[in-house]
C-alpha cells in the first residue's frame, strides 16, 4: 500500500485543480477514522510543506499507544523506533526495530514524544539524516497533532512549544 495514496489522489472530475485535490483528501480520512466502533482507534493522516520538502504523516492513534510514520519526499517506510516510559525513573526507553540506531533522526523524536505524551510510541521516519531543521518541523507538526487528538499537553506557551 502507497503510504502517500490518499495525498496524491485527485478525482477525475477535478484533476486540475487544488480543490479536488483536498477534497480527495479530506474524503479519504474520513473513510479512515475507525472509531465508531468504540475500540479508541483513530487513524489521522495530513501532511506539510517545510522547507522545500513535502512531509507527510500518518498517525493510528490507539488507547494506550500511538504508531506515527513520517515519510518526507516518498512513501518509504524508513527506521522503525519503538520507545516506552520506564520506572521507576521516568526515563524513556529506545529501540531500534528495523534499521538505524538509537541515536538516529527518529530515534530522538520517538523518545519526545514519549515524555510529552507518557504513553508507548512506534514511530517509523524516513527524514534525511542531517537535516534538523526538518526534523524538528516534523518534530513539532506531529506533537500538534498528537495535542489536537488528546495526547499530551500543550506547553507554557501554548499548544506549539
Known amino acids: 500500500m502507497d503510504l502517500r495514496q490518499g495525498f496524491e489522489e485527485s478525482s477525475p472530475s477535478s484533476s486540475s485543480n487544488s480543490n479536488g485535490r483536498v477534497d480527495v483528501v479530506t474524503d479519504t480520512m474520513n473513510q479512515l477514522k475507525v472509531d ?67 541515536d538516529n533522526t527518529g530515534a530522538g523524536i520517538a523518545r519526545r514524544l514519549v515524555l510529552k505524551t507518557k504513553i508507548n510510541v512506534v514511530l517509523a521516519s524516513n527524514i534525511p539524516k542531517n537535516s534538523p531543521m526538518l526534523e524538528a518541523a516534523a518534530e513539532k507538526k506531529l506533537v500538534q497533532k498528537l495535542i489536537s487528538l488528546g495526547y499530551g499537553k500543550p506547553g507554557p506557551r501554548g499548544p506549539s512549544s
Open 36 to 102: 465508531d466502533d468504540g475500540s479508541g482507534v483513530q487513524i489521522t493522516c495530513f501532511s506539510e510543506v517545510c522547507n522545500d520538502a513535502t512531509l507527510y504523516f500518518h498517525i493510528i492513534r490507539l488507547q494506550n499507544q500511538i504508531y506515527a510514520w513520517i515519510g518526507c519526499n516518498s512513501a518509504k517506510l524508513g527506521d522503525l523506533y519503538a520507545a516506552a516510559p520506564t520506572r521507576p525513573s521516568n526515563a524513556v526507553s529506545v529501540s531500534s526495530l528495523t534499521g538505524g540506531s538509537c
